[in-house]
T-cell receptor, first 115, second 109 residues
Framework: EAGVAQSPRYKIIEKRQSVAFWCNPI?????LYWYQQILGQGPKLLIQ????????DSQLPKDRFSAERLKGVDSTLKIQPAKLEDSAVYLC?????????????FGSGTQLSVL | EDQVTQSPEALRLQEGESSSLNCSYT??????LFWYRQDPGKGPEFLFT???AGEEKEKERLKATLTKKESFLHITAPKPEDSATYLC??????????FGSGTQLTVLP
């Protein structure tokens, strides 16, 4: 079974530039998540999709971050403009239906460095 | 606000030296407590879900237990390949998942 695919693996940009990350979840998984993991911390949820719709984006800095999930499959997360504090690993995860106690499958993440 | 605190932050063990990792939590309406393993450069990988106080689950050298305020991950006779960061997370009644900062485990041969 193929896992969650993310690209790119690494990205280095200067502050105020824009950047986009891509995620392809496990086939058949309805729920997709984007997490931010700052070095030394646990993952923090940015946004959760159920098929095409947003379930939770309460912790997404909407003035600079945006995300979409077209056709309920792939997703992109964009940052515009980036700040130094956005340096982190951006993890995509998926699950079957987003229900209680459901385990998440994570991709390997995109490591973003903002200089 | 849900909170998860893991201790210690880092732990170094000799191969075969058993120990425990702690995860203490405050959550509004616990739906489940999760343990994940994270290797360097990888995303977290699911280990266990615990649902209620008194529950225990085992996988190879790992055993997870749950009380009303904390969970323990016991590692029996660890091997170098058990070296990783172990993350604890709780799911609240609002279905939000809150992660702790993890315990970085190093097992020396």
């Amino acid at each position: 079974e193929a896992g969650v695919a993310q690209s790119p693996r690494y990205k280095i940009i200067e502050k105020r530039q824009s950047v986009a990350f891509w995620c392809n979840p496990i086939s058949g998984h309805a729920t997709l998540y984007w997490y931010q993991q700052i070095l030394g911390q646990g993952p923090k949820l940015l946004i959760q999709f159920q098929n095409n719709g947003v379930v939770d984006d309460s912790q997404l800095p909407k003035d600079r971050f945006s995300a979409e999930r077209l056709k309920g499959v792939d997703s992109t997360l964009k940052i515009q403009p980036a700040k130094l504090e956005d340096s982190a690993v951006y993890l995509c995860a998926s699950s079957l239906w987003g229900g209680d106690n459901e385990k998440l499958f994570f991709g390997s993440g995109t490591q973003l460095s903002v200089l | 606000e849900d909170q998860v605190t893991q201790s210690p932050e880092a732990l170094r063990l000799q191969e075969g030296e058993s120990s425990s990792l702690n995860c203490s939590y405050t959550v509004s309406g616990l739906r489940g407590l999760f343990w994940y393993r994270q290797d360097p450069g990888k995303g977290p990988e699911f280990l266990f879900t615990l649902y209620s106080a008194g529950e225990e689950k085992e996988k190879e050298r790992l055993k997870a237990t749950l009380t009303k305020k904390e969970s323990f991950l016991h590692i029996t006779a660890p091997k170098p390949e058990d070296s990783a960061t172990y993350l604890c997370a709780v799911q609240s009644s609002a279905r939000q998942l809150t992660f702790g900062s993890g315990t970085q485990l190093t097992v020396l041969p």
